[in-house]
């Protein structure tokens, strides 16, 4: 079992940039894909960003040029860097681990953390 905390969300006026960080429990999360996903009411949750264990990022086209994905091995952490922002990026971002030959779909998920961007 591993425990997924995310941190810094909270509230940011478009333009503007928020860092989050996702603290795993596991002492073996260098095995892990790690990734960000949000989710706003009435949505499916959607992809953020995602890094493989090799450290490799993949990022849809809308997050592309703003967001930054980076892993810590070293202290079970992953971050997203949020750059840029803009109000249709406010929602309940989750951060995501599943062991590598996984699916993120069983893999786990941190409790969530808000972020709202507006004026």
């Known amino acids: 079992q591993v425990q997924l905390v995310e941190s810094g969300g909270g509230l940011v006026q478009p333009g503007g940039s928020l860092r989050l960080s996702c603290a795993a429990s596991s002492s073996i999360f260098s095995r892990y894909v790690a990734g960000w996903y949000r989710q706003t009411p009435g949505k499916q949750r959607e992809l953020v960003a995602v890094v493989d264990t090799d450290g490799d990022p993949y990022y849809p086209d809308f997050v592309k040029g703003r967001f930054t994905i980076s892993r810590d091995n070293a202290k079970n952490a992953v971050f997203l860097e949020m750059n840029s922002l803009k109000p249709e990026d406010t929602a309940v971002y989750y951060c995501?681990?599943?062991?590598?030959?996984?699916?993120?779909?069983?893999?786990?998920w941190g409790q969530g953390t808000q972020v709202t961007v507006s004026s």
């Open positions: 995501n681990a599943y062991l590598v030959g996984g699916d993120y779909r069983r893999g786990y």
